[in-house]
């Protein structure tokens, strides 16, 4: 199996700028989530797919920030007039379900915003 | 609410020592899972283990070693005979058994293992 990716790695973005980050999970995994992490901290969920379907979402998710997963394959995940705040990590992740669910985790997307 | 404790923020070994790792958690889920993922400097968050909650059977995989004690509510990780390349952070989690998948972390224990 391809691991989960991510892209673009890094971005540098100025206040008030939209971007939008792309995941591709490992194939065949129908649960994909994200999650944000600063610096020293751990990861915190952010939403989650099950298919096509965001079935989570994080009161970490304010409405500038917004996930899609159309044909339940990739995601993205857009955040709209970024603050200073947003700077961090976005991390991918996505797992088979079931019984052994076990979420493998994407390269990271870093984010800083000037 | 569930929450992850690693007390240990950060911790400097000398390379061939043993290192344990501390994780407790809270939760009120019966059942649960949790888990050690290892994140070297590149940043990718690497699994380790999963660990349900009815089975608490210690683990040992090579120089890697899992004490789960649900009575204390802590999963520690133990290295053996650590090696420089297992300088990271390690980050313990856990999820829920009711439906819901996300997993909460703990703040993360740096390891520096100096040759």
């Known amino acids: 199996d391809t691991g989960v990716s991510q892209d673009p790695r890094h971005k540098i973005t100025k206040r008030g700028q939209n971007v939008t980050f792309r995941c591709d999970p490992i194939?065949?995994?129908?649960?994909l989530y994200w999650y944000r992490q600063t610096l020293g901290q751990g990861p915190e969920f952010l939403t989650y797919?099950?298919?096509?379907?965001?079935?989570?979402k994080s009161r970490l998710l304010s409405d500038r920030f917004s996930a899609e997963r159309p044909k339940g394959s990739f995601s993205t995940l857009e955040i709209q007039r970024t603050e200073q705040g947003d700077s961090a990590m976005y991390l991918c992740?996505?797992?088979?379900?079931?019984?052994?669910?076990?979420?493998?985790f994407g390269p990271g997307t870093r984010l800083l915003v000037l | 609410a569930q929450k992850v404790t690693q007390a240990q923020t950060e911790i400097s070994v000398v390379e061939k020592e043993d290192v344990t790792l501390d994780c407790v958690y809270e939760?009120?889920?019966?059942?649960?899972?949790l888990f050690w993922y290892k994140q070297p400097p590149s940043g990718e968050l690497v699994f380790l283990i999963r660990?349900?909650?009815?089975?608490?059977q210690n683990e040992i995989s090579g120089r890697y070693s899992w004490n789960f004690q649900k009575s204390t509510s802590s999963f520690n990780f133990t290295i053996t005979a650590s090696q420089v390349v297992d300088s990271a952070v390690y980050f313990c989690?856990?999820?829920?058994?009711?439906?819901?998948?996300?997993?909460?972390f703990g703040k993360g224990t740096k390891l520096s293992v100096i040759p």
């Open positions: 797919f099950q298919n096509e379907a965001q079935l989570e």
């Open positions: 660990r349900n909650s009815f089975d608490e």
């Open positions: 194939s065949e995994h129908n649960r």
């Open positions: 992740a996505s797992s088979r379900g079931g019984a052994q669910e076990t979420q493998y």
């Open positions: 989690a856990l999820s829920s058994g009711a439906g819901s998948y996300q997993l909460t």
């Open positions: 939760t009120r889920d019966t059942t649960y899972y």
